[in-house]
């Protein structure tokens, strides 16, 4: 028989409240700047890996991307230090690691920015597309983890609880076969799944009320 305990109000700490903003900040801001991508008119041919922009603007959005997915990393963590999705090693296991996995993407942010004039496709950028699926399908994994742990703990209630699980799910489908299609359908998935983190940093900031905390929930 599962124990429950009484619903307790979750609380925010000062973590939770900056990773909160970041989290909302940053879902906007790359919701936004992915709808840009997707509307602006093109300033080099499509067979060149920095299309639709010129190489000095695809290294000013390149380096957006870099600052934009470490705010979504330290949002990432502030969700796990929060409890909100659990104290144990499943809770720690996914946080970290979708922490380090979104980190890792903004490092390859920066990477790309040497291919900018590269033909595409190539070796070059196929090598590019190779390193963000891996990662991008990690952090997938990772948030997968992240939301069963939420989903377990029940700090979180209603929609809040899903929101992790929803994340990790959406890389898989539909974000990868999104991302393999048209080039306008990628900028709008991507769009769509970074919105969601605007959704889970307004959690973090706006926690609700609890559901019923399961008292051995963090066991695994």
Excluded: C, K
């Amino acid at each position: 028989m599962t124990l429950t305990s009484p619903a307790l109000a979750p609380s925010r700490t000062a973590l939770g409240t900056i990773g909160g903003w970041a989290l909302l900040a940053g879902g906007v801001t790359g919701a936004a700047s992915a709808v840009l991508l997707a509307v602006v008119p093109p300033q080099v041919d499509e067979s060149q890996f920095s299309f639709p922009l010129g190489v000095a603007a695809f290294t000013a959005v390149q380096l957006f991307f870099f600052a934009h997915h470490l705010a979504l990393a330290l949002g990432l963590f502030a969700v796990w230090r929060s409890g909100l999705a659990g104290s144990g090693p499943l809770a720690a296991a996914g946080g970290i690691a979708a922490t380090l996995t979104m980190a890792a993407l903004a490092v390859q942010e920066i990477v790309v920015i040497g291919a900018a004039e590269a033909p595409h496709p190539s070796e070059q950028t196929d090598a590019v597309g190779g390193v963000y699926g891996v990662l991008s399908l990690l952090n997938g994994a990772a948030l997968i983890v992240f939301g069963v742990a939420a989903l377990r703990a029940r700090r979180w209630s209603g929609w809040r609880r899903l929101l992790l699980l929803v994340l990790g799910v959406y890389v898989i489908v539909p974000l990868t076969p999104a991302i393999l299609g048209p080039f306008v359908i990628a900028r709008l998935a991507i769009g769509l799944w970074i919105l969601l983190f605007a959704a889970l940093g307004w959690a973090l900031l706006n926690p609700g009320p609890a559901g019923r905390a399961r008292r051995r929930d963090d066991v695994i």
